[in-house]
């Protein structure tokens, strides 16, 4: 079963720099997607940016970048030019691209908080 | 477009009551999903749909948990009874499809209390 570590409980960032979120997952399969959620206080999960792993070019949404390292399963976030509305709780997911089993697998979170 | 949406967003019952929840999917997406979020957890798939039909109840309890989807839109998610342990935010998500990279999008999530 594909499982997907978070280790960063908490994070923290001041405005205007640079954080990295950090993911590693375990899988067998060779082909699937990568995705970063972000959660706000109360407020629905939307997608923040995704990966597929066949594709070598790292992913960039904005302010937004994947750092996608394929034969070490990790991929980290980095938000540039952090902004107060980044302030959220983030998720890594990941999914298969084949088979019957389309379930997103979600880390534990990171929560982020962005200081003025 | 709308997105999806969910009700109740707060809800607190006594133990062994029975809770409901509702989730309304964007419109022309097939595809439905009911999500379990514990508190400092993410969210975990409890069932899917195709349309009106259930393909992955996997990890739905089914001793206490039901769910329909009538007619291949709106969905109901019922706990009877419910138990001290299913305080979490119940999580409703939509997509086009299965296949491909289709973008899951969430409802804003039903907060369930039981006390």
């Known amino acids: 079963a594909q499982t997907v570590t978070q280790s960063q409980p908490e994070m923290s960032v001041q405005e205007a720099e640079t954080v990295t979120l950090s993911c590693t997952y375990d899988t067998s399969e060779s082909d699937y997607y990568l995705f970063w959620y972000k959660q706000p206080p109360s407020r629905q999960m939307i997608l923040v940016i995704r990966?597929?792993?066949?594709?070598?070019q790292n992913a960039t949404e904005n302010r937004f970048s994947v750092n996608f390292q394929k034969a070490a399963k990790s991929f980290s976030l980095k938000i540039s030019d952090s902004q107060l509305g980044d302030a959220a709780m983030y998720f890594c997911a990941y999914r298969t691209s084949g088979g019957s089993n389309y379930k997103l697998t979600f880390g534990k979170g990171t929560l982020l908080t962005v200081n003025p | 477009e709308a997105g999806v949406v969910q009700s109740p967003r707060y809800k607190i019952i006594e133990k062994k009551q029975p809770v409901a929840f509702w989730c309304n999917p964007i419109s022309g997406h097939n595809t439905l999903y009911w999500y379990r979020q514990n508190l400092g957890q993410g969210p975990e798939l409890l069932i899917r749909?195709?349309?009106?039909?259930?393909?992955?109840d996997s990890q739905l309890p089914k001793d206490r948990f039901s769910a329909e989807r009538l007619k291949g839109v709106d969905s109901t998610l019922k706990i009877q009874p419910a138990e001290l342990g299913d305080s979490a935010v119940y999580l409703c998500a939509s997509s086009r499809a299965v296949t491909g990279v289709y973008e899951q999008y969430f409802g804003p999530g039903t907060r369930l209390t039981v006390t």
């Open positions: 990966q597929e792993a066949y594709k070598q």
């Open positions: 749909y195709e349309n009106e039909e259930a393909v992955d």
